[in-house]
């Protein structure tokens, strides 16, 4: 399928994003390291249903670089890229809106900010850490990353950040079968990911996940809201789970378990954009 792109000049950044399809907007909002190519694997089975499909690379990441120098970002800062992105897509009609981990803190925010401009949203494992019952474990791994990276570098900072905060690997729920290998569609995106890493490490992780989500505004949006968990999800990756769990407690929106695991759209993207596209119907 066709992939137009375009750019959107926001304060302090340029973004890029890509289209494709036509019909509805529905804008997928990268988390992590990654960036628009994390939805590589299931865009165009979401275009082919229908939907003009959009995602884009966030601020400082990827093909989207910034003003001046990295500094600490900011959740409202990249839900309003968020909200510019769908403004110079889809000016006149509210979006369906998708975000993964922090890209769902993002959608969060952008759901809770304005939702006129949002006709459903799912956010999938968004880790907001301050809705566990003692976040403070998790704060303090998440810092201790951030440090690892700062005084031995990447390579270790990751080996922590891939650990539970007691050190332990997380239990993975993987079907017979799994090979464990980068799927095909996501494999021109990994360099630009491991380039992407320190700069999430050190100025999205600990910020994005230490920020307080709006419940007033996210309870009065509550009907257009949808929160996912992975199926493949440990009960032990607690800062993953756990918030969509007690987010849906507080505002009375459904959960909907998603094919795969934190990763879900990589990892099984046919399955997953089926169960999305079912997931975004009123």
Request: some cysteine; overall charge negative.
């Amino acid at each position: 399928m066709t992939v137009g792109t375009g750019t959107v000049k926001v304060p302090g950044a340029t973004l890029r994003y890509e289209v494709r399809g036509s019909g509805p907007v529905l804008l997928l909002v990268p988390g992590g390291a990654g960036d628009a190519g994390m939805y590589e694997g299931m865009a165009d089975r979401l275009a082919a249903a229908g939907h003009t499909v959009v995602s884009y690379d966030q601020r400082g990441l990827s093909r989207s670089p910034l003003d001046g120098p990295p500094a600490e970002q900011r959740v409202e800062d990249w839900a309003a890229d968020a909200l510019a992105v769908l403004d110079a897509v889809s000016p006149d009609e509210p979006a369906a809106v998708f975000g993964g981990s922090s890209g769902g803190i993002v959608a969060l925010a952008l759901l809770a900010a304005r939702p006129d401009r949002v006709r459903r949203l799912v956010a999938h494992e968004p880790p907001l850490l301050g809705l566990l019952a003692d976040p403070a474990p998790y704060r303090a791994h998440f810092a201790e990353v951030r440090e690892l990276l700062r005084t031995q570098g990447l390579g270790p900072a990751m080996a922590r950040f891939s650990e539970t905060p007691d050190g332990r690997k997380p239990e993975v729920r993987k079907p017979e079968g799994h090979s464990g290998e980068l799927p095909a569609s996501v494999r021109p995106m990994a360099s630009r990911m491991a380039a992407n890493m320190p700069v999430f490490l050190e100025h999205v992780l600990c910020s994005f996940s230490s920020s307080a989500p709006d419940l007033d505004g996210l309870r009065a949006a509550a009907g257009k809201l949808v929160l996912g968990v992975g199926r493949e999800t440990g009960d032990d990756q607690v800062a993953l789970v756990g918030p969509a769990r007690r987010l849906a407690e507080l505002t009375g929106a459904p959960v909907v378990a998603f094919p795969g695991g934190h990763v879900g759209c990589v990892e099984h993207p046919e399955e997953f954009a089926g169960l999305l596209l079912t997931a975004m119907r009123p």
